[in-house]
């Protein structure tokens, strides 16, 4: 493989990453009742507004999960399956196969969103603690629903919170999962970062 094409690979797998990210964060902002006047909040919704209103408009939501956003994350996760399947030589996959290839990627996408949100959860935690900062409270407002039915689960352990452990098992187990779901899709490696 060239240079340039391993450019364009690299390139290519960032904007459609990026743009997978933004719309699953907005759909799950919204699932979780986020605080929609967090200026990041406000940055995302003004970022993604082109092409989830008018997509609204046909695809309304069902209950809190915002399809309109869910449907984009796959629509960009597709097309950049198909085009990496394109550079690495493969021609067009079969749709069927592109849309359980989506899936996975999607469903891979939200494992990775919320991994890295914990993490950066525990960061500032230790680092700013009660802090003010939209970055933090929107990390909260994230992982917390996530997190909470394990702190439930365990006993207090004196300001000490094993829950984001519990919940980083869980997401290996998923992944483990996901791995072979797309081993049994036959989803070539590099398609899906994180796969």
């Known amino acids: 493989m060239t240079a340039a094409a391993e450019i364009t690979i690299m390139l290519l797998n960032t904007i459609i990453s990026l743009a997978i990210t933004a719309f699953l964060l907005r759909m799950i902002l919204q699932l979780v009742r986020a605080d929609f006047y967090n200026p990041i909040c406000q940055f995302l919704v003004k970022a993604t507004n082109p092409l989830v209103i008018p997509l609204r408009k046909i695809i309304p939501s069902m209950g809190k999960i915002d399809t309109a956003s869910l449907l984009l994350a796959l629509i960009a996760q ?66 917390e ?10 006993p207090a352990m004196g300001g000490l919170d094993l829950s984001p452990i519990f919940v980083f098992l869980c997401i290996k187990v998923l992944e483990v999962v996901l791995r072979h779901g797309a081993a049994a899709a036959a989803l070539p490696r590099g398609l899906i970062m994180g796969l």
């Open 78 to 143: 597709a097309v950049g399956i198909a085009l990496l399947f394109q550079l690495y030589g493969g021609g067009f996959p079969n749709p069927a196969q592109l849309l359980i290839w989506s899936v996975i990627g999607v469903c891979s996408a939200i494992l990775n969103l919320y991994f890295f949100a914990i993490i950066g959860n525990i960061i500032m935690s230790w680092v700013a603690q009660g802090g003010a900062h939209p970055a933090a409270q929107l990390l909260y407002q994230i992982t």
């Open 145 to 154: 629903p996530v997190m909470a039915p394990f702190r439930k689960l365990l």
